[in-house]
């Protein structure tokens, strides 16, 4: 038996981010905060208006309606978070090699 994954295997998620999604739809509907055919039906819809577009970018658009309509997610809030989740990401420089020493002072908290 090889310990190689079998890459003519389909995957089910391409990237962490769809099973996150896919994860919290299927909890907060086990939590009962809505019925699984509202959000099929919602999903079918995306699916059918966006075919072209990846199936969990249609999944993710299905929720968020199911989610802002039924008042678990305040679309305000949801648009201020994501500014600054782009915000942040704009500013980070984190892989970018740094070339001068860093110091620590006793006492003092370092520059970023």
Known sequence: MS??????????FAAPWEAQI?????????SGLFEWRDFADRLSREIHAHPDEPYYHCW???????????????????????????SYRAQDHHHTARTEPIAVVPGRVPAV
């Open 22 to 30: 896919f994860a919290m739809v299927v909890e907060l509907h086990k």
């Open 3 to 12: 310990a190689l994954p079998d890459c003519e295997a389909p995957q089910v």
């Open 60 to 86: 993710t658009r299905a929720a968020l309606d199911l989610l802002t309509e039924t008042g678990l997610v305040d679309e305000a809030e949801l648009l201020a978070q994501s500014l600054a989740v782009i």
